[in-house]
């Protein structure tokens, strides 16, 4: 049988497959006056993960000790210790470097890591998402085989947290002392959310939006990341430094109409198959475009009002161009098949 160890909330109490295991319970004494975090025993290997800890050798973890830790690796005892609740990490708020061991966490919320350089997730294997704070940007290492955890970055403000479950936008913002809140589905459609309801359907350009209704606007940006459709697209976005600006692993509204060049074939020997170009509408500026590989049969680049350049060289089942209206860029076909080629149509 595996031994399970479980993560309580005043104290970390250990199971491990040794009978002789003793465990520390602060369940009855209030958090704050608890000064244990964990217990060391010779015997216990995933006690020995926090030995480095116990600098004055009495056997126990302490909450002073545990501020002052700056490295921690849950790696011991290999698949015989499986770390199910991350929530001891709050008394670890100094972490620069964190191995999360073996687990079957699909989702782990390390936001109270502030300091983060450093985040292995080898042995993570069922990790779907990891929760950084804000400006959080450490080196991760992700198991053999996996390419990609998606990364989401914590919000404070508890109603955007509730608002962005429904929400791909929400902005607070601030007039006269009463707060709301500037919301959006569909970019480009944006509304406000106050008193506990969508007071003003989404349906303004954000301009327009602020223009009308706030007079004097402070806005605390809280999230304005491209909420993209094809994760193929914003895995280029992120893997080309001078889209993903800041670095920071997402590609902003501000980012992307930005960009005046994209590319989505062979980033360093990088391909996927594109199976939505919906996302380009958050890319307005676009002059030059490689559409990378694909087995659409119709592409849709209306909403690309400035392209110059259209690279479709690896789009082999293309039939159809759909384009602004007055748009006429220089096409890159690929190698005709019985001499036809992609249509082009004006939108």
Known sequence: MKAMTTILLTVIGIMSASAQNESVLCSITPPEQCPVIVTISDHDFFSQCFKHMDTNNDGVVDAGEAAKATVLGLDRGGRSNIIEDFDFLKHFPNLKAFSVGTTTAEVIDLHCLTKLEKLNLTNATFLQKIILAQGCQPEIINPEGKTRIDIEYYV???????????????????????????????????????????EVPCQYELEELRNKYFTVSQPVLIVIAVPFADEGIKEFCLRNRKIDADQDGEISIDEAKAVTKLSLMNFKSFIRNIKSYEDLKYFPNLEYFHAGYTYAETLDLSCLKKLKELDVSDCRMLKTIILAKGCKPTIKYPVAYKGEQAKVVYK
Do not use: P
């Open 156 to 198: 404070e403000d508890a109603t955007v947290r509730k608002l962005l479950e429904e929400y791909s936008y929400c902005e607070k913002v601030e007039q006269d002392g009463d707060v709301c809140y500037i919301v959006s589905k569909e970019y480009g459609k944006y509304g406000i959310w106050h008193n506990g309801k969508l």
